[in-house]
């Protein structure tokens, strides 16, 4: 159980375009996920949290009209990339936590490369 | 803000070492995990400690929950090579976990 999936595994875009990253919770559903950024050999760096229904929470720096997230249900969230660079080039993963667990179940993530 | 470091960063470990990542944060935390994430993998769960001074063993990892509950530590005993990624320390924040810095491990066999 507790298995969440990213779609897609990776992506090759051009600059200017944007991405779509799907976080789905598969065998549970979750009130809250979370959107993380790791560059190569470097910890997670969480971009914002999700909760279902309600406008997500970014950090600090993270720009909301750049990386748009999306929690139509309790079991699927959306990071969309707008108008990408190639600085947003990077491993972009999510996690879920089902209810009032404290578990976080990440996703496979998702290898962006802005050309 | 709150921060959360390890060290080491890396450490490489001959095949029947032992090793210890530590964490520190810089606030108290009312509770502490860890993870572990294998070369191109995502991170998997691996334990939470909630109770100062607290011990937990997984086979043969040992996770440590400091008195005064801002550090904590892995250790693992006689390393293999399944062992070698990256382990993750995490404290809670507002309504979210804040990872560590990471310790690397690689296992040479």
């Known amino acids: 159980g507790a298995v969440v999936s990213q779609h897609p595994s990776w992506v090759i875009c051009k600059s200017g375009t944007s991405v779509k990253i799907e976080c789905r919770s598969l065998d549970f559903q979750a009130t809250t996920m979370f959107w993380y950024r790791q560059f190569p050999k470097q910890s997670l760096m969480l971009m914002a949290t999700?909760?279902?229904?309600?406008?997500?929470?970014?950090e600090q720096g993270v720009e909301k009209d750049k990386f748009l997230i999306n929690h139509a249900s309790l079991t699927l969230s959306t990071l969309t990339v707008t108008s990408a660079h190639p600085e947003d080039s990077s491993f972009y993963i999510c996690s879920a936590r089902p209810g009032q667990g404290y578990e976080q179940y990440f996703g496979p993530g998702t290898r962006l490369t802005v050309t | 803000g709150q921060q959360v470091m390890q060290i080491p960063q890396y450490q490489h470990v001959q095949e029947g070492e032992d090793f210890t990542t530590y964490c520190n944060s810089s606030?108290?935390?009312?509770?502490i995990q860890w993870y572990k994430q294998r070369p191109g993998g995502h991170p998997v769960f691996l334990i939470q400690l909630v109770k100062s001074g607290e011990v937990k063993k997984q086979k043969r990892l040992t996770f440590q929950f400091g008195e005064a509950k801002k550090n904590s530590s892995l250790h693992i005993t006689a390393t293999q090579t399944t062992d070698v990624g990256t382990y993750f320390c995490a404290g809670p924040g507002t309504y979210k976990y804040i990872f560590g810095t990471g310790t690397r491990l690689k296992v040479l066999a």
């Open positions: 606030t108290t935390l009312s509770n």
């Open positions: 999700s909760n279902e229904g309600s406008k997500a929470t970014y």
